[in-house]
């Protein structure tokens, strides 16, 4: 038995009350972690209807099989070294694919009344964009802008979905996005639009007056399950339950208070409502996020596997500190009243959490789409300051190295990644590949020099260098 504090909780709300009132497209691993989290603790304290119908795209379709047996409920473990908290989450009541029920059965749930809100979950590349717009050299959104096709990506599910709900003369909808990316309202309704417009420009128009795209800033480490989250599971619940997430204590969600219609309970479930998300969000993008890629190229370089094993690499966790206090907190603008210096400690409290075994290849995919929020911006706004940015250089140098090191990488770019990282000068070639810099000029030359170090004389002394 795990020698740790348990506490545990079930709904204490009234689950034949829920109706399909939310749709979750994109149910995995952190969909069940966050977002349902908020929700079903907001239920507890103010009861209601709000039920979810988690859905996905392509792959997963056996993981909604395996949710719709247990009839939606799963458990969900917030836990830490020495604390669990054990929560029976009770929220779902349907799972959608269209691989099971069929094409229509998704874009005729976003048309069906009673639906008023979309809760999206599909990481950073499923946004199919290109500088904020919708990128329609894509193959995918071409397909999907073809007549009459199944929608294979969420923005072609969306807009189709939205296509039938104007037929119907539907009532206003909200569609949250709960991806990492700046701006992810403004940027989702923008691909929307895009795409709307493509097809039938008077859906665009409708879109514009019907549905609203908060943005939002989501905040909970959540590590793919694995066998140790599986037996921590059996542990804890008692029971094999293979619906289960394993996460970490800490949940955020700050959310612009900006509705179409009806607000489901979240506020009530602990997230935040603002005017302006953008501030959060950049802070967590660049002080947490920029932090993760970090570890993830320079832990690997150094023969870690694990977030927790790298951040407690004394030298690598100096260095995480420094470049969150020093060249992401000084990028920010933040509230009266924000400690930065506070953010940076509880952030790497949450990076030693060893009951997660957050693994550093897990984010260290689909950088292509990471980095611009993460590093890239925070060095353009330090050149732009006249501050330096030492360990940002460094960490785009190991990025590079640790790009040299693969024979594949997961990444809608990765063929180009691979190939520029194998050029005579790796940083140029890399920084200045189309889709992924907006003004790679000032960035070259010191990520080229810490690159140089770094081949030359090792992570240590690059290391040591750039502190
Ligand atoms: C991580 C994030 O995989 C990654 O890129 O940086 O998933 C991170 O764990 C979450 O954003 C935390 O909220």
Known sequence: MTQLALTTEAPRYDRAALRPRILHIGFGAFGRAHP????DRGLD???GDWGVVAARLNSGAEALDALETAGGRYHLAAADGSAALLREVGCVIATRHPKRDGPEALPDLIAQPGLDVIFLTVTEKGYCQRDGRLDQSREDVRADLAED???GTAIGLLVEGLRRRRAAQGAPITVLSCDNIPSNGTLLRQVTLDFAAARQPELADWIEANVAFPSAMVDRITPAMDEAGRALIRDLAGTEDPNAIVTEPFAQWVVEDHFAGPRPPLAEGGAELV????????MKLRMLNGAHSFLAHAGRLAGHETVAEAVGDPALREATRRLMLDEQAVTLDMPEGTDLAAYAEALIARFDNTRLRHRLDQIAQDTSQKMPQRLFEPAALNVAAGRPWPLTALALACWIAALRDLPRVA?????ELLAA????DPARALLSLPRLCRDPAPLIGPVRDAFDTLSRRGLQAALKEAL
């Open 149 to 151: 096709s199944t929608p």
């Open 421 to 424: 990282v194998r050029a005579e």
């Open 275 to 282: 005017a302006d998300v953008t501030p959060f969000e950049e």
């Open 36 to 39: 349902m989290w908020f929700l």
């Open 45 to 47: 304290a103010a009861g």
């Open 411 to 415: 990444d809608p770019l990765g063929d």
